[in-house]
């Protein structure tokens, strides 16, 4: 079992910055592929990256290629995604979510746990 925390959302500008970090719970973060998905009111929750277990390996949606940088760092149990440049559309609750694979997974039907999301508000 892997308990996902999401932190670091909030309300920012058009065009500014934000990271996004989930800690997750357990002793086999390494194990796990990592991704961030996305879901604005009344839309559906959409991939945005992710990344594989040892971190050399990325893929990203590409509405957010550029712009988004996805990363982790396994010794703290911890996967960033850094989110420049942003977008009034980038506006959405923001999930981590993680599933135990080598390689890198853009659905989210593939995720075996989730976490309870952080909302990302971006002003125009």
């Known amino acids: 079992q892997v308990q996902l925390v999401e932190s670091g959302g909030g309300l920012v500008q058009a065009g500014g910055s934000l990271r996004l970090s989930c800690e997750a719970s357990?002793?086999?973060?390494?194990?796990?592929?990592m991704g961030w998905f996305r879901q604005a009111p009344g839309k559906e929750r959409d991939f945005v990256a992710s990344?594989?277990?040892?971190?050399?390996?990325?893929t990203y949606a590409d509405s957010v290629k550029g712009r988004f940088t996805i990363s982790r760092v396994n010794a703290k149990n911890t996967v960033y995604l850094q989110m420049n440049s942003l977008k009034p559309e980038d506006t959405a609750v923001y999930y981590c979510?993680?599933?135990?694979?080598?390689?890198?997974?853009?659905?989210?039907?593939?995720?075996?746990?989730w976490g309870q999301g952080t909302q990302v508000t971006v002003s125009s």
């Open positions: 979510a993680a599933v135990r694979a080598t390689m890198t997974r853009r659905l989210s039907q593939s995720y075996d746990y």
């Open positions: 357990g002793r086999t973060f390494e194990s796990y592929t």
């Open positions: 990344i594989n277990r040892s971190g050399g390996s990325t």
